[in-house]
């Protein structure tokens, strides 16, 4: 059951677009960072503080930076894991995972590294950006979960011995391939497709709504602030994600008892 948000009154939807919603049977949501602000995470560039205040974080955040001083790298990305440690998934969050036991077919695309979409319950996640809380090898991209306590920082992969590095895309990298076909070819099935705390500027998420929109998709936009989108949806909600979605979702897909 979802949470009382306080965003109570009825969203005034056409009868006709609310029926073709709700009897959608392959559903795709995009979240991006509004979504992981609503939990308290602080954006890319907020997270600038204290000792790490003097450091560009674009400077941090790449090949080159972790070749060049790999210590201070993997010390930035344990700091920022610890900020994020603490953080508990909001309502946008856990009403994602819900829609997903409601609906017949359901995908969800991140642009998120946070990984509280795992966390609220959401299991078809393409996660294009990585995750924070995952660890791979420098050299070959070996998935590590457990590693030799050493003295050395970063550890090294007890697969091949290369460095450690977070699962992360950085500047400069391309993003994953397999997860960037899959989420290309979602929108292109997609009966809906919702698009949800992203300003639709950063690419290629920025395509995947454009994508939907042109194989017939009925686009939805949960977005305080219009984006380059918005006149291409067929509904906007202009209200933040945890505010609006358990609201949204309720109303659209009712629970089956």
């Given at each position: 059951h979802l949470p009382n948000t306080g965003y109570n009154k009825d969203m005034e939807i056409q009868p006709e677009l609310a029926e073709k919603i709700s009897h959608a049977q392959y559903i795709v949501a995009l979240t991006g960072a509004g979504v992981s602000a609503e939990s308290g995470i602080p954006t890319f560039r907020e997270a600038q503080t204290g000792l790490w205040a003097r450091y560009n974080p674009m400077e941090l955040a790449t090949p080159q930076a972790f070749q060049r001083n790999p210590k201070l790298v993997w010390e930035w990305y344990q700091w920022r894991r610890q900020l994020i440690a603490g953080v508990k998934p909001n309502q946008a969050h856990h009403a994602l995972a819900e829609l997903a036991r409601r609906v017949p077919q359901f995908t969800l695309?991140?642009?998120?590294?946070?990984?509280?979409?795992?966390?609220?319950?959401?299991?078809?996640?393409?996660?294009?950006?990585?995750?924070?809380?995952?660890?791979?090898?420098?050299?070959?991209?070996?998935?590590?979960?457990?590693?030799?306590?050493?003295?050395?920082?970063?550890?090294?992969?007890?697969?091949?011995?290369?460095?450690?590095?977070?699962?992360?895309?950085?500047?400069?990298?391309?993003?994953?391939?397999?997860?960037?076909?899959?989420?290309?070819?979602?929108?292109?099935?997609?009966?809906?497709?919702?698009?949800?705390?992203?300003?639709?500027?950063?690419?290629?998420?920025?395509?995947?709504?454009?994508?939907?929109?042109?194989?017939?998709?009925?686009?939805?936009?949960?977005?305080?602030?219009?984006?380059?989108?918005?006149?291409?949806?067929?509904?906007?909600?202009?209200?933040?994600?945890?505010?609006?979605?358990?609201?949204?979702?309720?109303?659209?897909?009712?629970?089956?008892?």
């Open positions: 695309i991140t642009q998120n590294i946070d990984g509280l979409h795992r966390q609220a319950g959401s299991q078809n996640i393409i996660e294009l950006h990585g995750d924070i809380t995952k660890t791979k090898c420098f050299d070959h991209h070996h998935p590590v979960s457990n590693w030799e306590n050493s003295a050395e920082i970063p550890p090294r992969c007890p697969q091949c011995g290369s460095l450690l590095r977070p699962d992360v895309v950085w500047f400069g990298e391309n993003l994953p391939q397999e997860a960037l076909a899959a989420a290309f070819s979602a929108s292109e099935s997609a009966q809906v497709f919702l698009s949800i705390g992203t300003s639709s500027l950063v690419e290629p998420a920025a395509s995947l709504p454009l994508i939907a929109s042109q194989n017939g998709a009925i686009l939805i936009e949960i977005n305080p602030a219009a984006t380059p989108i918005s006149h291409l949806a067929q509904l906007t909600i202009r209200h933040s994600a945890a505010a609006s979605l358990p609201t949204f979702v309720d109303q659209l897909w009712p629970e089956r008892i």
